[in-house]
């Protein structure tokens, strides 16, 4: 193992229990991947975010098979397909973060577009955030739909679910998973109020001046 390598094994424990510590997933839920020069790591099938050990990471290769460690989530296809559609992302979260799946619970919510573009920051770390249909979590029409909507899209919300963001490494992809979140939770707390949303002008100033990079 390369230091490089040991280094991002101690991040991904690091970022999964900052994630856990601050109420953002729970008991066993939620995965972390990053890609490697020659594979990936992720976090293990039934693992807690807020007790993983860098030993036990699973290591992947190119091809996506499993080398080492314990055995990867069994949401590993979604984040393989993930990377597959947008070659400059290096990591994706994936979570059940409350407010995110309280929005995804809606049947309100637009499947083009699950949030509003109520602030500047929202517009440059998420974009549009499409709601992914529901399917159960580990099944493979479920990494298949994620492949679709991955063409166009770097944070996805699932249906009954929690969201999937991916960044151009694991803090831009913790920091977009984190802005996610709060827009979720702000939407829930001025849900049913006029509001003051970004216009298509203003959206399109920050979307030139800021573009998203994965």
Known sequence: ??????????????????????????????????RLADGWLLTPTGSSLGTLLPETLSRLDDQGRFLSGDPPTKEKLLHLNMYA?????G??????????VAV???????LDSALPPLTAYYVMRIGDLPLVPYFPPGNERLAEAVSQ????????????????????DLLA???????????????LSVRGMPLRILTPDQVAELRARFPIQC
């Open 91 to 100: 990591a994706v979260v994936h979570l059940h973060s409350t407010s995110s």
């Open 1 to 34: 193992m390369g230091v490089k390598e040991a280094q991002l094994r101690e991040r991904i424990c690091a970022v999964g229990r900052s994630l856990f510590e601050r109420g953002l997933t729970h008991g066993s839920t939620g995965n972390i991947s990053v």
């Open 173 to 187: 992809a913790t920091d977009a998973m984190e802005e996610l979140e709060a827009t979720a939770r702000l939407y």
């Open 104 to 110: 995804s619970l809606l049947a309100e919510t637009p």
């Open 85 to 89: 559609q947008r070659p400059r992302m």
């Open 149 to 168: 909507y991955a063409v166009r899209h770097h944070a996805l919300l699932l249906a009954n679910h929690g969201p999937v963001v991916g960044g151009t």
